[in-house]
């Protein structure tokens, strides 16, 4: 066998990795805190269609004709998927919403990392852990919201930002960490169960800013999918 031959197989071997995988798949865009690596912005449509692409069907969303909304109790909306969070057809970089937590932990994992844990995603909303953040934001600070010292800039209920609804990744200021809508836009996943249960963080846009803050975590269905949740992903450090 040629040394050419012999390369060739050890750089094929090389883009089977889960590294390698998990870079062609937008992990690459993960922001490194304390000793494991963040998503900078919430999944997107983009990213969880291709997802379903690779395992070859749709989400449960779409199966079952539609995800939820709040109206007098939970409401099933006929067609509102990932792909249409409210209706209307999603853009590329929208973050994918009426995902359950068996999809979210499923992407994760596909993409090379697993959904972050309480603590982790803790630490990357409110514990500003680079070395030299830009202004405001001070290294080694805790701070109250994902945004810094108020809610100000996360996309939330009210008249207080430029959504009616959830906005583009990475549309609002990026926060602590350089991470962006951490609080508020979509509610996000995380690995802490309890039955059948598991924990959401950050808030959305249907909420106020007390949902952004780590007192405001909520434990939700599941198998759950609704418009206000959505999700990101950890990962070992890069
Ligand atoms: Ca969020």
Not at 189 to 211: E, I, K
Request: one cysteine or more; a neutral charge.
């Amino acid at each position: 066998m040629s040394a050419a031959a012999i390369v060739s197989i050890v750089a094929v071997a090389l883009l089977g990795t889960s590294a390698a995988r998990a870079a062609d798949r937008g992990a690459a865009d993960a922001v490194p805190v304390g000793a494991f690596r963040i998503d900078r912005t919430e999944v997107t449509v983009a990213r969880f269609e291709a997802f379903l692409q690779s395992v070859g069907r749709r989400s449960t969303a779409e199966r079952e004709g539609g995800g939820y909304e709040w109206g007098a109790g939970w409401e099933r909306r006929a067609g509102w998927t990932f792909r249409a969070p409210s209706g209307a057809a999603a853009r590329a970089d929208d973050p994918a919403a009426h995902v359950s937590w068996f999809e979210a932990a499923e992407f994760c994992a596909w993409a090379g990392g697993r959904l972050p844990s309480r603590d982790e995603w803790a630490e990357a909303a409110y514990v500003e852990r680079r070395a030299r953040p830009p202004a405001p934001f001070v290294a080694g600070r805790s701070y109250p919201y994902p945004t810094g010292d108020t809610a100000q800039g996360a996309n939330l209920s009210g008249a207080g930002d430029r959504y009616e609804r959830h906005a583009p990744a990475g549309a609002t200021a990026a926060g602590v960490n350089g991470l962006h809508e951490m609080a508020g836009n979509l509610w996000e996943w995380l690995a802490d169960a309890q039955g059948d249960d598991r924990l959401t963080a950050g808030g959305s846009w249907w909420y106020g800013a007390a949902q952004t803050q780590a007192s405001g975590m909520q434990w939700k269905p599941a198998r759950f999918f609704a418009v206000y949740v959505g999700f990101r992903c950890a990962y070992p450090p890069g």
